[in-house]
């Protein structure tokens, strides 16, 4: 059967609706079903659904811990830790060490702040997997922890030294071992060490004893051994097999057979996580390919594959995984390269793109789409080597800003929000952010050809500016500035200057170019001959005028028209004008 992208209006069973409008009838449907039935109804709604759903299900331990942990673990940070009680408290133990691994570490660095915070946590839960997980794997991790968090002492000649526990509050399990706490909160240890000595009194005393005599920095070392073990058999590689996704492709690689679901922690129902594609806009091309996939397993793979990409980027470019924001950005990030590449691949045709999914890796696609972001930084940083000095004298701080994110080591574009909001940067997405970075490029550098041979703007003039001028008082110039003054000078006197202009010419050149209107409060229009006037002069210079450079320069003049129409079209030009309140002229 096709397996559709998730569909939030209902699931397999029962409209989504029902969760919240009527649970008991979402709960006998549920009692009804599978364990495995049950967790894909789970799998197919957002986090904070997916929390609601679990309440509802009998069997709701049975399903949590089918789910594979790179989801549960990505519901429990969408939704965050104090509204995930019930996920935390019916979690495997192999789950919550999955958390763990991610959450107490900041790359070799163990956490142990994080780790007391968790562990407090999961002691509010009901009957938590904390226990069991003590006395699972990885004695080293164990002892690392309570080597952060306190200090044992016996009654014998070797270990009765005491030292160091002033003030420390004091709990003894047993009565042989004394443990001085060297954090704040006792209560989630103590009742560990004592639910230990209930349980399996030797495996306590084991983690005392290692206490007192484990080296605590071999104890970490070992520790963070077994966690790379751990996250790498799980798809989180160490840093020097990360780093290699952002190298070229290598053909050879397209050759490789696509992975199956034998090849990832699918676990007994080999379910895939579907938090992958959540971030995938429907107007990706990607995303519209993944509908015409067809039947099979691909899609279930496709998602364990771009979790796979997404841990290698978070950890080559040395992010903190447990931050949910940097996922997020992680993953939009791969979606985004993952898209350039099969749209390059597939030449922008829909029909060709699912083809192109069913043979190629997902890392194959990253590759390629990241080889067009090197190609544009390294254009990018040649067109600033070679004219950065010469723009400085005249460029917005917009487009400053624009040219500097594109020569950082992962290019940016800037995404439209709403108007006085700060610019928001994200990673690029598509061959169209692609095709405007480049036009953006060559823009600048028609601008840079416009200026030096059509404007006459050599580097020492516009260093002088023209000796001074009055307005903008900043003392800024901008290139449509600078423009909208060489259209005045040529409306004026004929001739191609952006030299500024006494405020008696500004004011004529103002009562030219705007033609007459009808009603007094109706904002003017440009006269348009003026303005054909003007680029026909431009045109006249010996500049080896392209189409492309014809196609800009009207943007340009539209730009200018826009402009002196904003600032001046509503003025009353029988009073003074107030130029320091208006952008666009020159005024000396």
């Known amino acids: ?14 409209p989504v609706e029902w969760i919240q409008t009527q649970p008991r009838k979402v709960e006998e449907i549920l009692s009804e079903l599978s364990i495995e039935e049950q967790a894909k109804c789970v799998l197919s709604l957002p986090p904070a659904l997916q929390i609601k759903l679990l309440v509802l299900c009998e069997d709701a331990v049975e399903v949590t811990q089918s789910i594979p942990a790179e989801e549960i673990y990505n519901l429990v940070k969408e939704v965050g830790k104090d509204d995930s009680m019930l996920v935390l408290s019916i979690v495997s133990a ?11 570490w900041q790359g070799d660095k163990f956490q142990p702040d994080r780790a007391m915070e968790w562990l407090e946590l999961l002691d509010q839960c009901d009957d938590p997997q904390t226990l069991e997980w003590f006395v699972s794997e990885d004695f080293d991790q164990k002892v690392m922890l309570l080597q952060s968090s306190i200090k044992v002492f016996k009654q014998d000649e070797m270990t009765d030294s005491y030292e160091g526990v002033e003030g420390l509050e004091h709990y003894s399990p047993d009565g042989v071992y004394d443990i001085f706490f060297k954090v704040k909160e006792t209560k989630v240890l103590q009742k560990i060490f004592h639910l230990l000595a209930e349980k399996d009194l030797p495996i306590l005393h084991s983690l005392l004893e290692a206490v007192i005599w484990y080296p605590l920095t071999i104890t970490v070392e070992k520790s963070y051994q077994w966690r790379l073990s751990r996250t790498a058999a799980k798809g989180i590689p160490d840093f020097e097999e990360a780093i290699g996704v952002y190298s070229s492709l290598n053909p050879e690689s397209l050759k490789q057979e696509v992975p199956t679901l034998d090849n990832f922690p699918g676990g007994r129902f080999r379910f895939s996580p579907q938090y992958p594609l959540a971030q995938a806009s429907p107007s990706l091309f990607f995303s519209q390919c993944l509908q015409n996939l067809g039947p ?19 950890v080559a470019d040395k992010c903190d995984p447990s931050h949910q924001e940097t996922r997020q950005k992680a993953m939009r990030k791969v979606l985004g390269y993952v898209n350039i590449g099969l749209e390059l691949g597939a030449s922008g045709d829909p029909q060709k793109g699912p083809g192109l999914l ?11 789409g990241f080889e067009q972001l090197k190609q544009i930084r390294s254009k990018a940083s040649l067109f600033l080597k070679e004219n950065g000095a010469y723009i400085e004298n005249f460029i917005s701080s917009g487009d400053k800003e624009k040219l500097g994110a594109l020569v950082l080591p992962f290019p940016q574009v800037a995404e439209k929000g709403e108007e006085g909001t700060p610019v928001l940067w994200r990673d690029l997405e598509s061959l169209d952010d692609i095709r405007v970075i480049n036009k953006f490029l060559d823009r600048w550098a028609f601008y840079i050809r416009l200026a030096k041979q059509s404007l ?8 002088s500016k ?28 004929k001739t191609l200057s952006c030299e500024p202009l006494p405020a008696s010419a500004a004011k004529s050149f103002l009562d030219i170019v705007f033609l007459p209107g009808i009603f007094r409060d109706e904002g003017r229009v440009c006269d348009k001959d003026k303005l054909s006037s003007f680029e026909q002069a431009l045109l006249d210079t010996p500049m080896a005028w392209t189409e492309l450079d014809r196609e800009l320069l009207r943007e340009l003049l539209m730009q200018c028209v826009a402009n002196l129409e904003e600032q001046f079209g509503q003025l009353d030009f029988s009073k003074p004008l107030q130029w320091q309140f208006t952008q666009g002229l020159l005024i000396a």
């Open 1 to 14: 059967m096709k397996e559709e992208i998730t569909d939030l209006s209902s699931t397999p069973y029962f």
């Open 94 to 104: 192999d789950q919550l060490q999955y958390m763990f691994d991610l959450e107490w």
């Open 296 to 314: 099979g397993d691909r899609l279930d793979t496709i998602r364990w594959e771009l979790v796979c990409l997404a841990n290698k980027v978070l």
């Open 358 to 368: 069913h043979q190629l890796w997902m890392q194959s696609l990253f590759q390629v």
């Open 456 to 463: 006459g703007l050599d580097e020492k003039t516009l260093q």
């Open 466 to 493: 023209w000796g001074g001028f009055a307005f903008p008082d900043t003392g800024k110039l901008e290139l449509l500035t600078l423009f909208t003054t060489a259209f005045a000078r040529h409306t004026l006197f």
